[in-house]
């Protein structure tokens, strides 16, 4: 531990060098160049880690590979023989971190409170070797202080967000104490929300709203959710499938975000009363244009909202990046290739069915083709596509616009959904027109949109006339490239998992590092059920149909199952035994 009675020595890349070369990350020659620049460069201040990272030296520790800022932070740990850490905001207390030491110290020392308890309170630096702000923290805080070593870059650019983030809540919250007298009786749950007003335009507010967006866009966030509660508002971010709490906000700050939500949604800010629907369009911190569907519901605290994340590389996606399999691609392709029929695609909410469905269109919808979509609602906003939003309220419903489609000459129409008996039906009468007709359902498996279309009321000999597959779909998380483990093969339970599937040389667990958020997994890809219909599986749709029959037959032809599926992309080493039964049917 650093003494207040030793001098600061900030660190200088010179005597940095030789450890770098005796653990092999650089050359001699690069430590050469790096030294020559460092010392013709103007003596700007800045770290020598960061600098020696911007040469893009190759990284003599993982071939192929340029040398890091954070490789060389990890080894500058090790080197001193402190913790490393990569910072993780969302596992920073902001409220409580932020309080414990002014910006402006924070920024002189170039360090960061990013954990504090009873204990002791973890505070990051990049410079080991200055420890003269020690004692005075020591004797304001009243606890130990725990010192850990962290990238530089990261230390001033959180430092910097979540101290204004910090400093918008404290003043939108004063601002409210300023501007509303305390009520003389406590309201009741359900008269709360709207007893009182916040000013969605405030400067603080919309600082608040607009770091939520570029942290979600940093964290990878499919969805960002802002519930209200009694006392506090939480906010929360789905990464790769899971909800991880981000911030909680005082109640009425809650209720000003939701309403600058709804303003930049161009949704009626005053109706609190019913759900509500709305989009903004904004760009994420590289200049990419991002797409966001809203939706509110009144709950029993106030207004909760939904902020879904449309990502429009999600259309310029390869299938092999979303997961699909060369037998996939074939039978998929095959199965797309058809002039005219239905193609359906099923699963539950969340399990990829846009990005699939996108993805497909992009790619059929070439010059000589007048595709049309139906959606409720659009989800992504595509030019090669006639996209056309159902509009319940004037009567604009999924069969009234397929009809209107039908007269707009079109080759392929999708629609987002078959909810009803008239769209099913409107969709198969498309099809016996000679139209592709593409659309989604909500059933387990494949085999199963059999048994769901004649629920809806579709007669068995339409289905047979009509229908050219069936695609489920699923999301499983895929394992960290950086920290994924090779773990013992029980051939009993991989028997008893996959026994069609050939058993593969090792498995791998997910461990969680830094880069996972210790989780594991980063990201997730698509596995995929694709049952092509046969003369043989046609023969098998009665009014009675035994799905069971059904889907031995499907995969006798070469269908594979969910589970199978995701057997093959634990065999690829790409996912987990456990992520795979998670998220698969049992067969």
Not at 6 to 14: A, G, H, I, N, V
Not at 15 to 40: E, F, M, N, S, V
Not at 247 to 276: C, D, W
Not at 393 to 415: C, E, H, K, N
Request: proline letters at 6%.
């Amino acid at each position: 531990m650093q003494t207040t009675c030793t001098p600061d020595r900030p660190l200088d890349l010179e005597p940095l060098l030789p450890g770098l070369l005796a653990h092999g990350l650089i050359t001699p020659t690069h430590a050469d160049q790096a030294l020559k620049r460092y010392r013709a460069a103007p003596n700007n201040g800045v770290h020598p880690l960061i600098f020696l990272a911007a040469q893009q030296f190759a990284d003599l520790s993982r071939p192929g590979k340029t040398l890091t800022l954070e490789t060389l932070t990890a080894w500058l740990a090790r080197h001193y023989g402190q913790p490393y850490v990569r910072i993780d905001p969302l596992n920073i207390d902001v409220a409580s971190v932020t309080g414990l030491m002014s910006f402006a110290f924070a920024q002189r020392h170039q360090i960061l409170v990013i954990a504090a308890d009873r204990d002791a309170i973890t505070i990051a630096s990049a410079q080991p070797d200055v420890g003269s702000w020690e004692a005075d923290l020591r004797q304001v805080l009243k606890r130990p202080i725990r010192r850990v070593i962290a990238n530089p870059l990261e230390i001033a650019r959180l430092g910097s967000e979540l101290y204004k983030l910090a400093k918008s809540v404290t003043g939108a919250t004063l601002n409210d104490q300023k501007t509303y007298k305390a009520l003389p009786l406590k309201p009741s749950p359900d008269t709360e929300s709207n007893s009182q007003e916040h000013d969605a335009n405030d400067a603080h507010i919309v600082n608040i709203v607009d770091w939520l967006f570029q942290y979600a866009f940093e964290q990878r966030a499919s969805d960002i959710h802002i519930e209200p509660r009694r006392e506090q508002g939480g906010v929360r971010f789905r990464i790769d499938g899971v909800l991880h709490n981000v911030y909680h906000f005082p109640a009425q700050v809650t209720t000003a975000i939701v309403s600058r939500l709804k303003s930049l949604g161009r949704m009626n800010v005053a109706e609190k009363r019913k759900p509500q629907d709305g989009r903004i369009n904004t760009q994420t911190p590289t200049g990419t244009d991002v797409e966001l569907r809203l939706a509110t519901l009144p709950t029993v605290f106030g207004e909760k909202i939904v902020l879904r994340i449309f990502d429009p590389q999600v259309v310029l996606k390869r299938f092999d990046q979303l997961g699909f399999s060369v037998q996939d691609m074939q039978r998929w392709q095959h199965m797309t290739a058809q002039p005219s029929g239905i193609i359906l695609i099923t699963g539950p909410t969340g399990s990829g069915k846009t990005s699939t469905l996108y993805a497909t269109l992009k790619q059929l919808a070439t010059p000589g083709v007048n595709l049309c979509t139906l959606e409720d609602p659009i989800e992504m906003i595509e030019p090669a596509f006639n996209q056309m939003q159902v509009q319940p309220g004037i009567d604009l419903t999924f069969a009234s616009g397929v009809r209107a489609l039908l007269r707009q000459d079109p080759d392929i129409i999708m629609l987002g959904e078959i909810r009803d008996l008239e769209t099913a039906e409107m969709a198969i009468q498309a099809a016996l027109t000679g139209h592709l007709v593409l659309s989604t359902l909500h059933t387990n498996d494949a085999p199963s949109a059999i048994s769901r279309l004649q629920e809806l009321g579709i007669a068995p000999y339409l289905i047979k006339a009509t229908l050219l597959g069936v695609m489920a779909q699923r999301l499983v998380r895929t394992l960290c490239a950086e920290c994924k483990t090779p773990q013992p093969l029980s051939l009993s339970d991989w028997q008893h998992f996959a026994p069609t599937c050939p058993a593969p040389l090792s498995l791998y667990r997910a461990r969680g590092c830094a880069h996972c958020r210790q989780t594991g997994y980063s990201g997730r890809g698509g596995i995929y059920e694709i049952m092509l219909m046969s003369e043989k599986l046609k023969a098998l749709i009665t009014p009675d149909t035994d799905l069971n029959q059904l889907r031995r037959i499907a995969c006798d032809e070469g269908m594979r199952h969910l589970r199978l599926a995701g057997a093959y992309q634990v065999a690829a080493g790409t996912t987990t035994l456990e992520e795979a039964f998670r998220v698969t049917p049992h067969v």
